[in-house]
């Protein structure tokens, strides 16, 4: 369960920290925040929460992530799993070789396998598919910007910019807890520093690797919608079946 | 008219201090009754479910300290444990705790090894047991029935799949009682999970000794890295909800313990304080300075035994209630023993002896002629 949390925060805040004895620089932090989002496999569980901006709450659903990141292959497969209104609705998306994420959806409701947009929203709610494989740590430009407490826990500043002229996120700024090794919060600018959304965490748990990883997160969007996350299941060591990611493939070779 | 006469005398003279003082000592030995009690319970519980499973030690992985540890492949272990000595059975086990209705919290969805030995322990109280390993049922705890609004028949959803509920059982340990269990194939698939077990339950055959369990817990240690084999008195101590349970539960009773004896202080000190012209007559009188502490010992010793009672007392009444409350049944089975309840009965004297100890000693130090002089 507790190896969720490592995955659940690579995937929805990218939020992991380097940082012993000396001040890291913030390409050396980004570096720690890609080597801690590495697994061979992992899927969580969560419960999903969406609050409107009026406060009305949507039905909370479940849903499973299972993930596989590496340094050649990237993927993630989202499950509904209930209730009625997401179950067995499937979301798959992997990073291609040029960077790009590339997104499908298929399963209950959806006619056959169709390509979706990574920044689409999932299931009405604030969770987003490109958040999850925090491509932010990739981007060339990261600086550190400081210091800062939340909830009274330091966390070091990172800064994140892109030039990609159609990059609907332009600035990343993380919150990085280098002793929790975890980015408290994550903040999403568009080209005009609009903010675009807000990845909190809210409580934590331990890995079975002694690290500390997200156990609840909310995502506050621009309109001041928030969904909250909580994960109640998972497994680390998940072995990712032969058939898992068969409609990623069959949809890239165009079958 | 005797001493103990006298120092009730004394403490109906001040109806409303003394109730005050009662009520904030019984307060405080309530707490310590309720979170010592289901401490206790909790800890209990979890062994109590082991044991009566027949289950002499468990099979985890190292770095597992939380209420359910991180799930492993069984295959990879489960044979090089059956090969060991005096061991008889090898069962896998796979526990989650998941919400399986949105009217009742989340619940213990147990996945048992489909005719083991650890379902022998149960008893069937309406409908059928599951009739095999990859039937879509479950079987419900008469608590977690109660709590689910469920009966044999209906339907239950649990990770986005509907069983039938084909039976109820009554478990001796409540963490049973209050949980779903299923076939551990049903249990692994609606978990994602194949192949995959939280714990590897042993059960030796009957000529294992103490020695031989030893010697199959240094086996595991050394031919199986990453895993431990320990007993399940073992496995309730590393379990972090049953320590952070105790250092509450040590914690309220240093609170409790400070702030009983600063209370009983408070009084004692107070009430010299007003009755030093009082205790000079006495001393005039030519009662000895030993009587005047006994004196105060007695009305301390009366204030937090009266406080101590009404504490067991409310601390029972408390848990009681908490047990019934619907957010936690089936988590809590408190336990209460007579030592247990004689002790915090002493702990609740021994506050008033603290407390009444600078009160006595300034009362019996008073000399007549200033006591007497004072208005």
Redesign the interface.
Known sequence: MSGIAAVLLSLLATLASPAYGAEPSATALAETMRQARLSNGFEARMDVAAIKPNGRRAMPFKIAVIGQIGNEKQRLLIRGISPDAVRNRYFAAEKTADGRIRAIEYGEGSAGVAETSPTERLFDSGLVVWDMFGPWWNWPKQELGGTERIAGRECTLVRSQTDAVNAPIREVVSCVDKDARLSLRTQLFDRRHAIIRTISVERTMRKESGAMAAKKLSVTDADKAVTEIEVYSGDEEYLIGADTFTKLDQQKNGK | MNLFSFALGNLYRRPARTSLTVSAISLGIAAVVALTSISWGFEASWQKASDARGTDLIVT?I??E?T?P????ASKVQPTLAEFPHVQEVVGLLS????VSNDAP?VFVFGWAYGSYLWDHLKLVDGRWLSNDTESAVMLGSLAAEMLHKKVGDSL?I??RTFLVSGVFESPAVVESGAVVMSLTQAQQI??????VNFLNIKLDGSASEADIEDLKARVRTTMPGFVAITSGELVQKNTVVRISKAMSNATVLIAGLVGALVVFNTMLMSINERTREIGVLLALGWQRRTIVKLVFSEATILTLAGGLAGILLGVVLTWGLEHVELMRGKIDAVFSVPFLFGVLGLSVFLGICGGLYPALKASRLLPSNALRQE
């Open positions: 992985r770095a597992s939380n359910l991180s799930p492993f492949v989650e705790m998941l919400s989340p959803e990770e986005g978990s994602d999970k194949p192949g995959k």
